[in-house]
């Protein structure tokens, strides 16, 4: 996640910070209704797509946790990333 809140620094100052923020939130969240997002990619995962920007949480849910696999932006291949 680094690289990309650099890219959108390099962009225009605090793109950055807002993006990160906006990853903060979605894993927010995802901890308060982790089940509310749809399986996708196999019967494990589960995603949900950062607010304003291109990229997405891959997640599951192991016993009582969240785990999340990957963020990732939505250009990419899914599949790479579960």
Do not use: A, C
Request: hydrophobic residues 40%; without cysteine.
């Amino acid at each position: 996640m680094q690289k990309s809140t650099d890219w959108y620094d390099e962009q225009q100052t605090g793109v950055g910070d807002r993006f990160l923020l906006e990853v903060v939130s979605t894993f927010r969240l995802i901890e308060t209704d982790p089940l509310h997002y749809q399986e996708r990619f196999s019967k494990t995962f589960r995603y949900v797509k950062v607010h304003d920007f291109p990229f997405v949480v891959v997640f599951k849910i192991k016993k009582h946790m969240v785990v999340v696999n990957s963020v990732f932006h939505t250009s990419r291949n899914p599949k790479r990333f579960v």
